[in-house]
């Protein structure tokens, strides 16, 4: 639908392109200042729901990002430890629907 990402991502350029999506995540509790505060997401509910109409936030949990390798997991919230988190690897072929899913 062409959104953003609602949460706190990395920010910038990385070298794999600009972070605006919501897949780099750091922080799943905050959202991303770039779109408003708290108040402003509620008053937007407010809002649609006034007019009819409702908000679907999307949010993936699954994705946290990290700017080191490996990562510093210290710095995601709220999955601050190595525990929650599988194996880190590359998708090294985009042809290989395994190599996709599990990487």
């Known amino acids: 639908m062409g ?19 919501g897949y780099w995540v750091q922080d799943q509790n905050v959202l991303n200042d770039h779109f408003g505060m708290d108040t402003d997401l ?26 080191t390798l490996p990562p510093n997991h210290t710095v995601f919230t709220p999955f601050d430890e190595q525990v929650g988190f599988c194996c880190f690897c590359w998708i090294t072929d985009y042809n290989n629907q395994t190599d996709v899913e599990q990487c």
Request: charged letters at 15%.
């Open 3 to 21: 959104f953003d990402a609602v949460v706190a991502n990395i920010e910038g350029a990385m070298p794999e392109g600009q972070v605006y999506q």
């Open 42 to 67: 509620k008053l937007l509910s407010t809002m649609l729901h006034k007019m009819g109409m409702y908000l679907m936030i999307d949010v993936v949990v699954k994705h946290m990002a990290a700017t």
